[in-house]
């Protein structure tokens, strides 16, 4: 069976600081990838998705990139964070092109001070 | 670009009310979904209905989708304390099929 992991599931860092998050995907393979974002009470943000390996599309022009150096990897970096980049990031997954839906991880609460 | 948007934002029931959340969505759709999201967690999805279909059922789930209305709608019935949720709607955009675009959500509190 799939299993998406995403890690870590809380994160403290000050303004300025680097960021990385990562997920992976278990039991599939050429996954479509995403991150999304969820301000508090928010609906999703959609941030990234990735058709394949290298192959990164931005929805929203920010301070964040991602990038994913193997079939089942996603990786959301920045280089230096800012107060407004708080929120609730959730990767996930689903079948290319997406038809049956998304399997989401469990989240990581990022929060910038 | 968000696609989806659901009615009501906020929805308080009681353990053995229906519950019944809306969802309009603006352009074509090849499908509609429904996501479950606990609080501070990932979003579980719940059921699919197709363009083509107009009902679909799973367990105490019933979902409805009128394209000429562009709207679709999500039932549960018989609601449990463990149904409180925030429930989303989600589309694949009409040509590239590939991300999922999410309503804000309706956030259910089912009350012992």
């Known amino acids: 069976s799939q299993t998406i992991h995403q890690w870590p599931a809380t994160l403290v860092q000050p303004v300025g600081s680097p960021l990385s998050l990562e997920c992976t995907v278990e039991g599939t393979s050429n996954p479509n990838l995403y991150w999304y974002r969820q301000a508090a009470g928010r609906g999703l943000q959609l941030l990234f998705y990735?058709?394949?390996?290298?192959?990164i599309s931005s929805e929203v022009p920010q301070n964040l990139s991602a990038s994913r150096p193997q079939d089942r990897q996603f990786i959301l970096s920045s280089k230096k964070l800012l107060l407004s980049d708080s929120g609730f990031y959730l990767c996930?997954?689903?079948?290319?092109?997406?038809?049956?839906?998304?399997?989401f991880g469990q989240g990581t609460r990022l929060t910038v001070v | 670009s968000q696609q989806g948007e659901e009615d009501p934002q906020a929805l308080s029931i009681q353990e053995g009310e229906n519950a019944t959340m809306n969802c309009s969505y603006k352009t074509s759709i090849n499908n509609l979904q429904w996501y479950r999201q606990n609080s501070g967690r990932g979003l579980v999805h719940l059921i699919l209905?197709?363009?083509?279909?107009r009902e679909k059922h799973s367990g105490r789930l019933r979902v409805t989708l009128d394209t000429s209305k562009k709207s679709s709608s999500l039932l549960i019935t018989a609601s449990r304390a463990a149904d409180t949720a925030s429930y989303f709607c989600?589309?694949?955009?009409?040509?590239?099929?590939?991300?999922?675009?999410f309503g804000k959500g309706t956030s259910l509190l089912v009350t012992p």
């Open positions: 989600a589309t694949p955009p009409p040509n590239s099929g590939y991300a999922l675009n």
């Open positions: 209905i197709r363009s083509n279909e």
């Open positions: 990735s058709v394949g390996i290298g192959q």
């Open positions: 996930a997954w689903s079948v290319n092109p997406v038809g049956s839906g998304a399997f």
